[in-house]
């Protein structure tokens, strides 16, 4: 079985400051991680992944993530946020060999105040 | 590329009632799915197929049919419409190993009353 769990329905952050989003994981075998983000009334968009090698992988908009596997966590970051980094963020994950059975976290609505 | 497209965008259906939510991609994607997002539980699968003619079911399967006749198409049908079925709809669609991210369609909104 695998699950995903973001803690924090709702992330506020001012402009300009550094934004996370927490996610952590728990996947039998080794973990392929999503990040997207759901802007309103619209589909998911792909931010970025993490599949193997560096730990610190770098995606769209200057989102930046970090696979620490002792803690099975992926926590989404970005040093700077701005007001359009407003929307819904989730995380998901995938055993690596599987059958392409994606599972998804609730998500987190991340608010960037002006 | 048009992507992940997606109709209706919003539907209102009565209890009892069919109908087909129709999902294309032109991608040539090998590996297409159906989601339910409803507040607070994130997507939800709801069938997968890695390929024409073979399709196979996810965590929330029952009360819809869905088939995969070409490498672009990929139906879901509601055979007998509830409340619970009250939802917004995705479509993704990726190539087939699991290291690849999915595309979404825009989604669909059905209401069940």
């Not at chain 1, 952050?13 to 994981?25: D, F, Q, S």
């Not at chain 1, 193997?52 to 992988?57: A, F, K, P, Q």
């Not at chain 1, 994606?102 to 998500?107: C, R, W």
Request: aromatic content about 12%.
């Amino acid at each position: 079985a695998q699950s995903v769990a973001q803690p924090e329905d709702q992330v506020n952050v001012a402009e300009g400051n550094p934004l996370t989003v927490k996610c952590t994981y728990s996947v039998s075998g080794n973990p392929y991680l999503f990040w997207y983000v759901q802007y309103p009334n619209r589909g998911l968009q792909f931010l970025l992944k993490y599949i193997t090698g560096d730990n610190l992988v770098k995606g769209s908009y200057g989102f930046e993530a970090e696979f620490n596997k002792s803690q099975t966590s992926f926590h989404l970051k970005k040093p700077s946020a701005l007001v359009s980094d407003s929307a819904l963020y989730f995380c998901a994950v995938i055993r690596s060999g599987s059958a392409r059975q994606l599972t998804f976290g609730s998500g987190t609505q991340l608010t960037v105040l002006p | 590329n048009a992507g992940v497209t997606q109709t209706p965008k919003f539907q209102v259906l009565k209890t009892g009632q069919s109908m087909t939510l129709q999902c294309a991609q032109d991608m040539n994607h090998e590996y297409m799915s159906w989601y339910r997002q409803d507040p607070g539980m994130g997507l939800r699968l709801i069938h997968y197929s890695v390929g024409a003619g073979i399709t196979d079911q996810g965590e929330v399967p029952n009360g819809y049919n869905v088939s995969r006749s070409t490498t672009e198409d990929f139906p879901l049908r509601l055979l007998s419409a509830a409340p619970s079925q009250t939802s917004v709809y995705f479509c993704a669609s990726s190539y087939r190993l699991a290291g690849y991210e999915q595309y979404f369609g825009p989604g669909t909104r059905l209401t069940v009353t």
